[in-house]
């Protein structure tokens, strides 16, 4: 499937050495005016080439509008954008015409559909992002009282101590990892580096804080708040894991230490739950965290088979990650503002005052 939604739908297309990537916004409510720079900007914050610790593929992934907006506003009709590819080097990818690279979709696409674009990986590229990130933040401008914060917590085994509370969020577009807590910061920059001078990569994990919740978002079985937050960030390339509130540390607490006793104006005193009770929101600030394997692209030999069988050594060309979750903040953002965009319209029908 090519869309993600359930009454917001979102629509892509797009492969990483084609002419473009694009897709399209539908249902999304008329009359909306939109800023149409902080679409840019948060596309901005997700391009490559941005610091020394990414990919240096130059793009510089600027979104056109082609359709749904008139005169700063939404019509109601489907938002159609692209945005094009401007810095391929095909070449890169020719040794990985017949070869499956080791923990890539490779093998798994040939197996599917037995003809794939093995150029950057065609439509598994985490290019495709850029879609989302422009549907994104178009959808967290219909719930601007909203405030959603990713940050990197974690980069290999360095992970942030403090609580999210702890945290001053205005620092982290001060370096280049995007991690609120400049020592940290700096250790995570470091192993960064270390690794790709290594040929080698490197994990992480991004966290999120959603505060000024509406109540109510979410439905009580399959459609699930947290389920669908844990859908679209799942749906991001390189994501191994998805947690919320307390997570998997809630499998080691007592219910008598777990349960979110009820302060008089039915805010929490704790929030294990994260601000989700029975799939719907409760008001409290959603908390949740994203985690990220290695990327699988390694600059140096890595042993393989050809689609035929044949045994192969690989090594990695081109212009790659050592490490993505620099890069993932604002898509988990921007899925996150999807998410809660896509929950909060189909809830508009669900109690009606007569």
Excluded at 10 to 38: C, M, Q, R, V, W
Excluded at 215 to 227: I, N, R, T, Y
Excluded at 230 to 235: D, P, Q, R, T, Y
Excluded at 243 to 257: D, H, I, K, T, V
Aim: charge should be neutral.
């Amino acid at each position: 499937m090519q869309t993600l939604g359930n009454y917001l739908k979102l629509t892509t297309f797009g492969e990483s050495h084609g002419k473009a990537y694009g897709g399209i916004l539908s249902n999304f409510p008329a009359g909306i005016t939109l800023d149409l720079e902080k679409v840019q900007q948060a596309l901005n914050r997700r391009r490559p080439g941005q610091s020394p610790i990414v990919t240096q593929r130059n793009e510089s992934d600027t979104v056109e509008l082609l359709s749904g907006i008139f005169e700063g506003k939404t019509t109601g009709m489907p938002i159609g954008f692209i945005i094009r590819n401007e810095n391929q080097r095909s070449k890169d990818y020719t040794h990985l015409e017949n070869a499956l690279r080791p923990s890539h979709s490779d093998y798994t696409l040939e197996e599917k559909f037995g003809h794939r674009d093995y150029r950057g990986g065609g439509r598994s590229s985490a290019r495709e992002t850029s879609n989302w990130v422009v549907a994104g933040e178009i959808c967290r401008q219909l719930l601007p009282s909203v405030s959603i914060t990713a940050y990197v917590s974690g980069v290999g085994t360095i992970t942030l101590d403090k609580e999210w509370q702890q945290l001053d969020f205005s620092l982290r577009e001060e370096n280049p990892v995007r991690c609120p807590d400049p020592e940290k910061a700096q250790e995570m920059e470091e192993l960064i580096r270390k690794v790709r001078k290594e040929g080698d990569t490197v994990g992480g994990v991004v966290s999120c804080v959603v505060e000024n919740v509406p109540k109510s978002l979410g439905e009580p079985v399959f459609q699930k708040l947290h389920a669908q937050l844990g859908h679209a960030m799942l749906s991001i390339n390189a994501v191994k894991g998805f947690s919320y509130g307390s997570g998997f540390l809630s499998a080691q607490m007592r219910g008598s230490e777990h349960n979110d006793i009820f302060n008089e104006d039915f805010t929490t005193r704790t929030n294990h739950s994260g601000g989700i009770q029975g799939g719907i929101s409760n008001g409290m600030p959603i908390t949740f965290q994203v985690a990220f394997k290695p990327v699988a692209t390694l600059l140096r030999p890595q042993q393989s088979y050809t689609i035929s069988g044949t045994p192969t050594t690989l090594e990695g060309k081109g212009r790659h990650d050592p490490c993505v979750v620099p890069r993932a903040v604002p898509v988990v953002e921007a899925l996150a503002a999807f998410v809660l965009a896509d929950m909060y319209l189909i809830n508009q029908g669900r109690k009606i005052e007569l």
